[in-house]
């Protein structure tokens, strides 16, 4: 690519939520001649980083982080066909969801943006999942990641039971286990045999991205 700074100027698209105009930025940079993985992870995926450290800072809000992880869904979608042909792999695969019972998915709709704008693949199981769904979906898709949401007491002690149902399962071991939600804290990792805690989105892409990578 030459003469115009496509992927800055994706950076910065994708940083504003000018969702409309990185899809056209991710089409002229790529007939331009840059690669799907530079687009990926020097435009969209260094965007997302920003964006993470600008809301650690205080800088931004949730509403102008939502903006910021649609855009980027948006162009990761229009991307996706490119970087199947090109064989880029994803930093990691992790399946969510929100506990049975639980039907608030905002949080975790965030989360997913976030592991999605840090290069995971993220199959989401959306809200009130019971145990044997999760089961079933990472004996289908062996990731090496699942998260739980909780955002209510009462639907905390599915998390408990879902991990009994994987370890019955002789899946356990295979998969790190995340939880998050308002209820939850980081001595309820340890309580019920979970591997991390993640307060936000924002950390729960960055420690799992750290940990794909290891």
């Not at 910065?12 to 409309?20: F, K, L, S, V």
């Not at 709709?109 to 019971?130: C, Y």
């Not at 955002?151 to 994987?166: D, E, F, K």
């Amino acid at each position: 690519m030459t003469g115009v700074d496509w992927l800055g100027a994706i950076r910065t698209g994708t940083t504003n939520g000018e969702g409309d105009a990185v899809l056209v930025l991710v089409r002229e940079a790529l007939a331009a001649g840059g690669t799907p993985g530079a687009v990926l992870q020097d435009g969209l995926i260094a965007a997302m980083d920003d964006v993470g450290r600008r809301f650690q800072r205080g800088d931004c809000y949730i509403p102008e982080m939502l903006l910021s992880a649609r855009t980027m869904k948006a162009a990761v979608e229009a991307l996706r066909p490119s970087l199947v042909s090109t064989k880029v792999e994803p930093v990691g695969r992790i399946v969510i969801g929100s506990m049975e019972g639980d039907l608030h998915d905002i949080g975790k709709n965030l989360v997913g943006m976030m592991l999605e704008g840090a290069g995971f693949e993220v199959i989401d199981l959306g809200n009130n999942v019971p145990p044997a769904r999760f089961v079933e979906a990472v004996a289908l898709h062996r990731p090496g990641f699942v998260g739980f949401s909780a955002m209510l007491t009462t639907t905390m002690p599915n998390m408990p039971r879902t991990i009994a149902a994987l370890d019955g399962a002789g899946l356990r071991r295979a998969v790190r286990i995340v939880i998050g939600g308002a209820p939850v804290s980081a001595d309820f990792v340890q309580e019920i045999g979970a591997d991390l805690y993640a307060p936000t989105g924002t950390e729960a892409a960055q420690r799992l991205r750290g940990l794909a990578r290891a």
